[in-house]
Each structure stands twice: as structure tokens, then as C-alpha cells.
């Protein structure tokens, strides 16, 4: 039975992976839907080779053929999904004014002075209003709030009138594809609307489960928001039990990040392990009637996904979720109980026949490594050491687990985001019995806030320990050397990384010298590389961006200030026009103030270049993105009648010169 367990744990786990190569192939490679001959023709004669293989080969060979011809045929399966979701995805927009209908379909989040909310749009409406086109595409609608306007909720349809547009990416300058991102979110277009352009219209009752879900999620945020807690402190528990991480301010995040302890803000399989456990105690009773344990794990599970419903079904949930109703459901059927492996297998499989573009998503890949590493290399370590003591037993258990899942995600964390908590252990060692305790909490506070005095202390101790926990996440923070920083890899490093964690998890199985050789060689290419990275990497760049200058050095991006806009780096001297201060100042002597290699006009400066020649030398102009195109055209003219080199940014967009 174990071995037979094993083998379909293999070949489930292979069949994603190359269904997975296949989704990364055809969507890097091969995304035009010119390719469906292609597709079509191998397809047929993979399956017809499939069938001469069953009827003429011996029966070794059949086995290498028929596994070649399936794991092929995945392969192709793969390409097919992922360019049906790309057409899915992809619109030609017209960038000109339209009225447009459609269903709003997260709840709007602040963003500055702006609102921003997912938006299906349904269709476009002509000016007699008949519906012009079906569209049935998602896109990012920002809008301004009317004080005496109905703000939207998941659910509610929307009318609004504005230019939709393909999102626009300046991958130098931001450092990650924001147009690819948004792609991979199934959001093909952004919108913006000026108050009054817009209408919503309220829904009483969705017809989307996801929608009824969001507003679910909703109300019980508005539960906690009625407990009157710290700000701080209804941000970590609203994200940390139900996944709304809006409250979530830069400053709390990046505390938790420098903590090595950012998993417990996104809800995730800790979440979902922790509540499975506490409902598993609580229904421990159950298991002295007959059948009694089926009956435990078929509750629990049912409990999980009302969780998962509670908090709007994002992928992250839904996913481990799913993960733990296998476990639940292997543990009562299957003679040899869990497996990790299939579980995880399977899981994967589903989301990504459900939608092949997770495979881009980070948390997707995060996740599923973390896992995979943890069933891996916790065994290894787990062994190291061996105590009976439950309470040593206990921290070695949460060390061993933290080791695993930070080896497995480690490469993709310094390809992502160049960063490394170094006292993660210790603060992990905390998060495990808090995130407990809190989680165990918000349970009671939800269920007991009717009683006046037992309600009133359930919150204060909530309010008490999630104090303690942000309390202590910033004295992990604030300890020198808290987080490593400024170290990427780039694809070919990422390769090497996971190259050497498989090389070093055989080294530990098989425990040969030919394995350790392998380890050490992957370090010394890995080490090759980078040194090959710093030999060869660009100086640094001052980008001229978002009215404001920036200097990138690598990936880390900072910003330039300085009084009245004038500015000299590393003897590039820059004007950076964005108001009307210099529009009133004029010379009375021949002398000018500087010569300036790059005037930046900027939208609010509301002057000409021919009044700014009396004070400045000026070589050349950049015209910011966000001036209106009356004032560009005029500043472009004016520029060709100075012989003055005019460069023009796009919506969006950056201008970049080496320093």
C-alpha cells in the first residue's frame, strides 16, 4: 500500500509539472492564437501515438512511451488553458470617451484622493442607451467619491463614463511589470472617473457567490470596526482572520516584513492549520460515539470552507483550504493516512485547471513552495535534534518548520524582493502561540460580543495580545541587522538555488559524496554568477518621473529633493518645474542664475520656456506625462521655435538618462 501511495503521489506530481511547463512555455513563447494548428496537430498525433503504443510495443517500452505521450499531452493541455485565459484577458480598448456598464467586483479602496475597485464590465452603451457592445472584461476603475453619491459594494452595478485604456508598464522605472501584473489578475484595462461620470446602482442580492462572500467578509469588518480597538490593532486582526489587510498601513507592514513574519497578515495554510486545530479540540468529544471521527473531520472541513466564505474565497484561502479537505477527508479514508505530497499535487493541479494564470501569481508560488519544502526538509530536520521534554519538543518542532519553509521560499523572496529577516526564528517562535491566541479569540469575541461583560472582556484581551504581538514585531525590527537588504537573483540564480535545495535534500536522504560534490559546485556557480552580476551592472540612473526625479542604483529606487526644484547629480543639472514660483521672478542684469542640462515641466507649472530662457541656459525640456496635451502642444511648438530639444513622456511613463 505505501509504495503503490508513493507511486501515485509521483505521477500526480508530474502531471503538474508539466501541465505548469506547459502554461510557462505557451504564455512566455507561443501567446498568439495563431498557434492553435500547431496545438491541434500534436495533440492528435501525441493521442494517435498513444494508441499504436498500447497495441504494438513490448511492455517496458510501453511504459516509457505511454508516460512520454501523457506527460506531453499535459504538457499541450497546459498551452491550451493558458491561451483560452489570455482571450479571456485581452481587449482592444478604444482610449476614447464611452459610457460603459458593469458590476463592481471588489469593495472600493482608498487610494489618495481616489476610490479604486475591480469592475467587470459588461458592455458599452451608445448615447441613444442600447447596449453598443458586449465587452465582458475586468478592469481597474478609479473614481472620485461625491459626498451625496452612493458608494459602491461587491455586487452593485456601475454606470460610468470615461476612456478605458491598456495599463501602461515602465518596468526600468517601477522595477516589475505593473501592465503583466494586473494581466495576470485578469484585469485587462484601467479606468478613471471624475465625480459625477459615475452612478452607482445598490444590489440586494448578488448572484455571485464570490460577491455574497466579499460582502459577508464586509460585515464582520464592520463587526470589528463597532469593538472601537487601535487602529494597529483592528488592521492586524482584520487581516489576520479574515484576510481584509486594507486597514494595513506601510509603516505596519514593513515591520512585519523586517520580521520575517509577513505570512501572518496574508491568510494563508498557518491560518487555516490553526483553525482546523482548534476546531479539532473543540469537537473532540465527538470521536467517543461511533463513527465518530468521520464525523469530526467531515464538521471540520465544512467549518473550513464557511472560513474560507467568511473571508470573501481568495485564492490563498481557497487554496489551503482545499489542501487541508484533502488531508481531512485521506485521513478517514485512506489506510495509510495523509500524504502531504499528493495533497499538494492535487491541489495545484485543480487551481491551475481552474486557472492556469496562478501559475504568475506570487503568493501562488510562494505558497506551494513553502509547503513542498516543508514536507521535504522537515523530516531532516525535525531529527536533529531529539528531546523528551514536550516544551523543547515543541520549539525544535516550530524552528524545524520555519528552517524548511524559509529554505524553499528563500530564492523566489530575493528574486521578488531582495530582502532577508535574519531573526525570523525568533520571531516565529512568537507568532505561532499568538496567531493561536488571537485567532482562538476573534472566535469568541464573534460568538460571545451579545453577553455585555464576557463580550467586553474577550475584545480587551484580543486588543491586549495583538498589542503585544505588533509590540513585539517591532522590537525584532528594531534590533540591528534585522533585515538584510539589496540582495537579488536574477532567473538563472533562482534556477541555481532550487538546483542546489534538491541537491542538498538528496545529500541528506542518500547521504553519498557524489551528492555533496554537486552541493558545493551549485555554490560555486551560484557565487560564479554573481560576481558575473556586479562585474556587469549598470551604473547608476536618474529617471524623470511622476513630477519628480529618482535615481535607481540596481533595484533600489530613491527619491531627489531640493529647494525650489533646482537640482546637480553627479554633474547633471536639472530643473524641476512644477508650480508657478519661477513664473513671477525675472533678472535685471544680463547674468542667468545656471545652466541647466534638463528643464522637467511638470503638470501645475504654468509658465513658457521663452521666460524661463531669460533666467536659465537650458539644453534640453522634458514634458512630463500628466500635462494637459493644450499646454504640451504649446510647450512643443515653442520648444522647435528656441531649437530646443523637447523630449516627451508618455501617459505614465519615464525618461531615463545614465549618470
Known amino acids: ?210 460577491h455574497t462572500a466579499l460582502r459577508c467578509r464586509e460585515a464582520v469588518s464592520g463587526i470589528f470596526r463597532s469593538w472601537e480597538m487601535d487602529d494597529d490593532v483592528l488592521a492586524v486582526v482584520s487581516a489576520l482572520t479574515i484576510g481584509d489587510k486594507s486597514e494595513l498601513t506601510q509603516e505596519l507592514k514593513a515591520v512585519y516584513s523586517a520580521a520575517g513574519t509577513s505570512h501572518v497578515l496574508a491568510l494563508s495554510g498557518l491560518h487555516v492549520g490553526i483553525l482546523s486545530g482548534i476546531l479539532y479540540l473543540l469537537l473532540w468529544p465527538l470521536r467517543k460515539v461511533k463513527r465518530g471521527r468521520i464525523i469530526q473531520s467531515f464538521v471540520v472541513a465544512a467549518a473550513l470552507w464557511i472560513f474560507a466564505f467568511i473571508s470573501g474565497l481568495s485564492p490563498s484561502v481557497v487554496r489551503a483550504v482545499t489542501m487541508c479537505t484533502l488531508y481531512l477527508v485521506a485521513s478517514v479514508l485512506v489506510e495509510n493516512g495523509f500524504c502531504g505530497f499528493f495533497s499538494l499535487s492535487l491541489t495545484a493541479f485543480i487551481m491551475l485547471l481552474y486557472n492556469p494564470l496562478y501559475l504568475f501569481d506570487i503568493s501562488f508560488q510562494l505558497s506551494f513552495i513553502a509547503v513542498l519544502s516543508i514536507i521535504l526538509f522537515f523530516p531532516v530536520i525535525s531529527v536533529w535534534v531529539k528531546s523528551g521534554n514536550r516544551i523543547i519538543g515543541y520549539v525544535w518542532n516550530v524552528i524545524s518548520v520555519s528552517i524548511a519553509a524559509q529554505l524553499g521560499t528563500l530564492p523566489l523572496i530575493l528574486y521578488y524582493f531582495g530582502t532577508f529577516p535574519t531573526y525570523f526564528l525568533m520571531a516565529n517562535l512568537l507568532i505561532a502561540p499568538l496567531a493561536i491566541i488571537i485567532l482562538s479569540l476573534t472566535l469568541a469575541s464573534l460568538l460571545l460580543s451579545f453577553i455585555p461583560v464576557v463580550g467586553k472582556i474577550c475584545i480587551s484581551l484580543l486588543e491586549m495580545f495583538t498589542m503585544f504581538l505588533n509590540s513585539s514585531m517591532q522590537f525584532v525590527q528594531s534590533i540591528r541587522g534585522a533585515q538584510i537588504t539589496s540582495v537579488y537573483f536574477n532567473e538563472l540564480q533562482v534556477l541555481l538555488a532550487f538546483m542546489f535545495l534538491a541537491s542538498l535534500y538528496m545529500f541528506f536522504r542518500k547521504r553519498s559524496a557524489a551528492w555533496l560534490i554537486k552541493v558545493f559546485s551549485i555554490v560555486c556557480l551560484l557565487a560564479m554568477v554573481e560576481v558575473y552580476k556586479m562585474r556587469t551592472q549598470e551604473g547608476p540612473s536618474l529617471f524623470f518621473a511622476r513630477s519628480d526625479l529618482y535615481i535607481r542604483n540596481g533595484k533600489e529606487l530613491e527619491s531627489v529633493s531640493s529647494d525650489y526644484g533646482l537640482h546637480e547629480i553627479n554633474g547633471v543639472k536639472v530643473g524641476v518645474m512644477k508650480s508657478a514660483y519661477w513664473k513671477n521672478i525675472c533678472l535685471t542684469g544680463e547674468t542667468k542664475l545656471a545652466s541647466l542640462d534638463y528643464v522637467y515641466i511638470c503638470r501645475g507649472f504654468s509658465g513658457n520656456i521663452t521666460h524661463l530662457l531669460t533666467l536659465f541656459d537650458i539644453k534640453n525640456v522634458v514634458i512630463d506625462g500628466a500635462v494637459s496635451e493644450r499646454y504640451r502642444e504649446f510647450l512643443k511648438e515653442e520648444c522647435v521655435r528656441l531649437n530646443i530639444r523637447c523630449i516627451e513622456n508618455s501617459a505614465q511613463a519615464s525618461y531615463r538618462i545614465l549618470l
Open 1 to 210: 500500500m505505501e509504495n503503490k501511495s508513493h507511486l501515485v503521489d509521483y505521477t500526480l506530481f508530474r502531471l503538474a509539472v508539466f501541465m505548469a511547463a506547459g502554461i510557462f512555455f505557451f504564455d512566455s513563447f507561443l501567446p498568439d492564437m495563431s498557434v492553435w494548428p500547431l496545438l491541434c496537430v500534436l495533440f492528435v498525433s501525441l493521442f494517435i501515438l498513444l494508441l499504436s503504443s498500447i497495441l504494438k510495443f513490448r511492455k517496458n517500452f510501453l511504459n516509457y512511451s505511454i508516460g512520454f505521450v501523457i506527460s506531453a499531452c499535459f504538457f499541450l493541455i497546459g498551452g491550451i488553458l493558458v491561451i483560452l485565459e489570455r482571450n479571456n484577458i485581452e481587449y482592444e480598448w478604444d482610449n476614447s470617451k464611452s459610457c460603459y456598464y458593469g458590476v463592481v467586483e471588489t469593495s472600493p479602496e482608498v487610494k489618495g484622493k481616489t476610490l479604486c475597485s475591480e469592475v467587470k464590465v459588461e458592455a458599452g452603451i451608445s448615447p441613444k442607451g442600447d447596449v453598443s457592445e458586449v465587452i465582458d472584461r475586468n478592469i481597474l476603475l478609479y473614481f472620485i467619491p461625491d459626498s451625496s453619491a452612493y458608494i459602491p459594494r461587491c455586487g452593485d452595478n456601475i454606470v460610468f463614463y470615461s476612456s478605458i485604456s491598456k495599463p501602461v508598464s515602465d518596468s526600468e522605472f517601477m522595477g516589475f511589470d505593473y501592465s503583466r501584473y494586473l494581466f495576470t489578475k485578469g484585469i485587462s484595462g484601467t479606468a478613471f472617473a471624475f465625480s459625477g461620470n459615475w452612478k452607482a446602482v445598490d444590489v440586494e442580492h448578488p448572484s455571485s457567490i464570490r
